[in-house]
């Protein structure tokens, strides 16, 4: 559909795309404002499918099957959020959700199928910040539709406009009688408590400003959105072929090569088959060093092999050096996977030491496609890694780390539960790392009083307390309510 065509389908039809965004807003405000992880996510997750679905049909837009997987995909994301405590993981699910509804729209309103990932990272990056562009579409379409269809055609056109006027006009008295009514009973005041943190009247002014506010900002940024998009004016060129010299990439590549395999036979006698190392150096402590060094190395390895891959020619003596820089980032890989695992042995669980084995597994999955796209200069390797990459983030989400990391830790502050993998380390004993976990370590910390210090379990409660107080029907969170329980 031309831009001329989607225009007019806007503007003749504003007041159904303007009722639908402005619910959709509505819908929005009361679900999340206010509200970091409670249990209207997953209803939010599902309204916002829903919402994208009835856009994409009413713009006669086919979705596509594909489609279906990754809004399964945001759906599981909100029930996650809803069942840890982990602001972590609840920040990583909500970007993750973004990019999944921003995939789904580019993936239906263009076609993709040919498109080079760096034709999906512009696409994208043009939906957030080009596209807005059109932030004043709702005026002038609205303002449109009213010269098409002039002022007494529809009798009813006018409602929504009183239905706003009024709901601004009450606000002030709304704001009086339930500062009056708090006052008047106790009881009404604590049901309004779990809505609004404080009864003042500013307080409350305050909280309907916001909500006005968010709902007028989704309202604009989703009209925005659907009309940009439906535009498909930034679509016509799927990205070509890569057209640069590859003797510059092949002298490149050859470089890196030669250091690579170098690095990596030391890795193989050193680290996986125990060679004798310097006497400057034990195995313990060469084991427990580089595993960040050596991740960001594996980034940096898989972005050379696929600017290769995009950039030059195709070309035999190119796509073996790419070959050699991609086997050699899966022994880097392994050797950063051998060391955090031995790190992991010496010093125990943290976050950051999980999200490494974690970042290790998706950059092995997603340099498999890699190495399967040097040779099949048509898979579609955009699809394969954003798959990947959204499955094991929503796989993580259900994880809960910090109840394992609390778990692992406790039991190995006694002799008499230690684990084997742990004989050689001394006992565990950051006690002050276990107080800045949040509410999913609840269960253990409460559970292991005995064993930890009464200052830690106080200073673990006073952390936690912010999640635990003022849970209420819309902000429930089974992770903070657990919390909240057993406390």
């Known amino acids: 559909m031309g831009e001329d065509i989607f225009r007019k389908r806007m503007t ?3 007041r159904f795309y303007s ?9 929005f405000v009361i679900c999340l404002y206010r509200n970091d992880a409670g249990i209207t996510f997953p209803l939010w997750a599902a309204g916002t499918c829903g919402f994208t679905v009835i856009m994409l049909k009413s713009s006669d837009v086919v979705i596509k099957p594909v489609s279906w997987f990754y809004m399964a995909l945001v759906m599981l994301l909100g029930i996650a959020i809803c069942l840890t405590g982990d602001r972590r993981i609840i920040v990583m699910n909500k970007f993750m959700i973004f990019f999944l509804m921003l995939v789904v729209l580019l993936g239906n309103f263009y076609d993709t199928e040919n498109w080079k990932p760096i034709k999906h990272i512009e696409m994208m990056f043009g939906t957030v910040i080009i596209s807005l562009g059109s932030i004043g579409r709702p005026f002038m379409d609205g303002s449109a ?3 098409t269809h002039g002022a007494g055609k529809t009798a009813g056109k006018n409602v929504v406009k009183y239905i706003l006027i009024g709901c601004a006009a009450s606000i002030p008295l709304v704001c009086i009688v339930l500062v009056l009514l708090a006052n008047a009973d106790p009881v009404f005041a604590r049901q309004l408590r779990k809505i609004f943190v404080d009864l003042s009247f500013w307080e409350i002014f ?11 900002i989704i309202y604009m940024v989703s009209y925005m959105w659907i009309s940009w998009l439906g535009r498909r004016e930034y679509a016509v060129v799927a990205g070509k072929e890569g057209t640069g010299e590859p003797v510059i990439g092949i002298t490149i590549l050859a470089i890196l090569s030669v250091i690579y395999m170098v690095f990596c036979w030391i890795q193989i006698r050193y680290l996986f088959l125990g060679g004798i190392l310097p006497h400057t150096a034990t195995y313990s402590s060469y084991a427990r060093m580089g595993f960040f060094q050596l991740l960001f190395v594996s980034v940096i390895n898989m972005l050379v092999v696929m600017l290769g891959i995009y950039c ?3 070309n035999v003596v190119l796509n073996v050096l790419m070959s050699v820089i991609t086997c050699c980032t899966y022994v880097m890989m392994i050797s950063s996977g051998m060391r955090i695992i031995k790190y992991i042995q010496y010093k125990y669980l943290t976050f950051s030491r999980i999200w490494v084995l974690l970042a290790l597994i998706v950059i092995a999955l997603v340099m498999a496609g890699v190495f399967v796209n040097i040779f099949n200069r048509k898979f579609r390797l955009f699809t394969y890694a954003f798959a990947v990459i959204a499955i094991m ?4 989400g259900f994880t809960r780390p910090d109840y394992w990391i609390a778990k692992v830790n406790t039991d190995n502050m006694n002799e008499d539960t230690r684990y084997e993998f742990f004989a050689d380390s001394d006992l565990y004993d950051d006690e002050q790392y276990l107080e800045s976990l949040g509410t999913d370590a609840a269960p253990v910390i409460y559970e292991c009083e005995d064993v930890l210090k009464d200052r830690t379990v106080e200073r673990y409660e006073d952390n936690i307390s912010r999640y635990t107080k003022n849970i209420g029907v819309r902000n429930w969170n089974l992770s903070r309510f657990m919390a909240w329980r057993i406390d």
Do not use: H, S
């Open 312 to 314: 030059f020619r195709n």
């Open 145 to 147: 539709y009213k010269r």
């Open 19 to 27: 009722t639908a965004c402005l619910v959709y807003a509505v819908f």
């Open 206 to 216: 305050g909280n309907i400003l916001g909500m006005a506010a968010i709902g007028f």
């Open 12 to 14: 003749d039809n504003f």
């Open 393 to 396: 983030q929503t796989l993580f």
